[in-house]
């Protein structure tokens, strides 16, 4: 039997939890905070917007120009994953490419799609895992802007403290957090196993550990990941 980390931040811990059904077995160790950034630039009259987090569709709630551009029927927003489709669902209709998997995936479809004088606006985190804006700027799309709504933070204060006895499964739900997380801890291999989600993700990971990547790119599929001998 495996004792769960589970590294998710605070904020999204309590709907986390939720979906094990043993919660006993799972201990919460946040690697990741989520911090709004103030210095936001004016919005601009964009066509497509790019989107690869759910925290971003929080943060542009609180802008009132960009969210105005989020909610327009003529923008279209594009994203990857059921999580972060989900999350603009509940406030308009997605343009959710299935069949990619991370940011790189997504930047390659919509650079074949889009045309080059596309008005993009890539909102989310401050150092994105994969620099799509550039990715855009390489192949001649000159009208493509970096929003940066937020930071990921380091929350970490003290060493996760593994008993030998023990066997663990760690979950991470980005690279961020992997970094967070290595930057203090370096567990034994013998008593750990890693569940990611992503290949983006699991690079991230010293290439000592065992890791396993979750079926699709969803919370609920890295829990189902976990719970699997």
Known sequence: MHEIIWTRSVADWEKDKKLFADKSSVHHYPCIQQEELCDIPTATSVKNMI???????????????WWEIFCHPDVKVWCFGQEVSKKINEFRTPSLVPHCKNGKDLAKHLIEQLPLDSKIAFCGVDKPAFNIVEAFQKKGFQQIEHIALYKNSNPIQSKLRLQP??????????????????????????????????????????????????EEQSIESLVISTQKD
Do not use: D, M
């Open 165 to 214: 006895e023990k066997k663990y499964k760690i979950a991470f739900a980005s690279p961020s957090a992997v970094r967070h997380f290595f930057s203090i801890n370096l567990p034994n291999t013998n008593l750990i196993e890693l569940h990611c989600i992503g290949e983006t993700t699991k690079k991230s990971v010293p290439t000592e550990y065992s890791i396993q990547i979750s």
């Open 51 to 65: 989107i690869t987090s759910k925290f971003t569709v929080n943060c542009l709630q609180h802008h009132k120009n």
